[in-house]
């Protein structure tokens, strides 16, 4: 590591403290420009600003649980050692280890992992240490918003290798809400549905009403077009903008590192908009059932709150399908 890279894990150091010279907002963007500028081939650097955050005692800060993203796997099997040592002795280093566990799992023992409470959502599966594999939906331009945080506009998840044809997300639907009457929000149209799943359809539209809060089910004809069935609304509702962003997509298989996706410690910064997989919960399991039946639907998609979509105050919506009954639930969860 050269002279000026120590120098500047000194700066960004001290700049975390409660220094007195600027305020706390100048600081972090002080700090962000200079991690900005090591994390596309930084890992010795972040690795090195991350343990001297711990060992000053100012590792508490979103930019350096951020960096743990940009490590290469040598550098993260490292952080994964040093933080194990660190709780040992008693530092709080919970958030950071949250991360690396989420990130590899591996490196840690199941009495560590039954610990970890952005763990705990996925230690019922049959092999919490074997998620399935999913996709993850890839913007053409990379991530949509909020261009000012560097650790998001190249959080790796946004960047993912992608393949196939494009997929066209957001826009008006084709069908309007019973209960409010407008017009459905288009999500996304699987056109080789059949290809990806057991199911017999061609397609697969899905559409919502961006207006309601509520557990909501659509019904599916043999082309895969949805209707809406009620109830649809509460008075626990809002009347949102209304959500026209489309916008063009790819899908990208996501790698071992990203099959699980913690919608706290993601912290608006990394790519949730996932096909299949695990959802990442705003609030815990909410698996729905198909109505009428004791038969839990199956995990289809979930999207989060950006690229001008709003689920309640920033939250995510999860879709699931059931084959047998063509039927997709809308769960909306925020906070």
């Not at 002279?3 to 220094?19: A, C, P, Q, Y």
Request: proline share 8%.
């Amino acid at each position: 590591m050269t002279d000026l890279e120590k120098l500047e894990i000194e700066t960004v150091v001290r700049l975390l403290s409660k220094s007195p010279r600027s305020t706390k907002a100048a600081r972090y963007e002080d700090c962000s420009a200079i991690v900005a500028r090591h994390l596309e081939d930084g890992s010795e650097f972040l690795f090195a600003l991350i343990k001297a955050a711990v060992d000053d005692g100012v590792h508490q800060a979103v930019l350096i649980e951020d960096a743990v993203s940009f490590l290469d796997d040598t550098h993260l099997n490292r952080l994964a050692f040093f933080l194990q040592g660190e709780a040992k002795r008693g530092v709080d280093v919970e958030d950071l280890l949250s991360h690396v566990m989420l990130q590899a799992p591996e490196l840690f023992p199941d009495s560590a992992l039954a610990t970890s409470h952005d763990f705990a959502d996925w230690q019922t599966d049959a092999d919490p240490r074997s998620p399935p594999a999913c996709h993850h939906l890839v913007f053409e331009g990379g991530a949509p918003d909020s261009p000012s945080f560097p650790t998001r506009v190249n959080h790796p998840t946004w960047h993912l290798p992608a393949e196939g044809p494009p997929f066209t997300v957001g826009g008006e639907g084709t069908r309007q809400c019973p209960i409010c009457g407008a017009r459905l929000v288009h999500l996304i149209t699987l056109d080789d549905f059949s290809v990806r799943t057991t199911s017999s359809l061609p397609m697969l539209c899905i559409e919502t009403c961006h207006g309601s809060l509520e557990t909501t089910y659509y019904a599916h004809d043999a082309e895969g077009r949805p209707t809406p069935i009620a109830p649809f609304h509460s008075d626990n509702d809002f009347v949102p903008e209304p959500m026209t962003t489309r916008n063009s997509v790819r899908l990208a298989a996501t790698p071992r590192r990203w099959l699980r996706q913690s919608w706290m410690m993601s912290n608006s910064r990394q790519n949730l908009f996932r096909l299949g997989g695990l959802p990442s919960w705003v609030q815990g399991p909410q698996v729905p059932l198909v109505p009428g039946t004791d038969r839990k639907m199956k995990f289809l998609l979930q999207f989060d709150s950006v690229a001008g979509f709003f689920w309640g105050s920033g939250g995510m919506l999860y879709v699931f399908w059931d084959e047998e009954s063509r039927i997709t639930c809308h769960v909306p969860q925020y906070t």
